[in-house]
């Protein structure tokens, strides 16, 4: 059973910086799997900010957030990183890890529909003020 935990959101100020954390408890013994950041705006839809694949640790972005964001991992500690920078008031939302076992591939596609995930954690509140 996978168990996906976040951490790392809280308010900061437009221009600043957050690290958020997802904790994947056992994921990382798998060689297949595939995890992403995701982001929900109120009165927005979920929507794919990064992900990154098992392996050699491919990542992929959603264009209009590269440059800014970065995703990371540490295996040793099971975890996955998103360093958020120069942060703006847009980017206020809950923001979601989520993890997958299929089709988690280089090339990966389809990976920015939340329906392509089967395991999610709870989320972590990220507040930007301008």
């Known amino acids: 059973q996978v168990h996906l935990m976040e951490s790392g959101g809280g308010s900061v100020q437009a221009g600043g910086s957050l690290r958020l954390s997802c904790a994947a408890s056992?994921?990382?013994?798998?060689?297949?799997?595939?995890i992403a950041w995701f982001r929900q705006a109120p009165g927005k839809e979920r929507e794919g900010v990064a992900v990154?694949?098992?392996?050699?640790?491919?990542?992929y972005y959603d264009d209009s957030l590269k440059g800014r964001f970065a995703i990371s991992r540490n295996t040793d500690k099971n975890t996955v990183y998103l360093q958020m920078n120069n942060l703006k008031p847009e980017d206020t939302a809950m923001y979601f890890c989520a993890a997958n076992r299929a089709f988690c591939a280089e090339g990966i596609s389809g990976w920015k529909s939340p329906d392509f995930f089967n395991y999610w954690g709870q989320g972590t509140q990220v507040t930007v003020s301008s």
């Open positions: 056992e994921l990382m013994f798998y060689s297949d799997y595939c």
């Open positions: 990154i694949l098992a392996g050699e640790g491919g990542t």
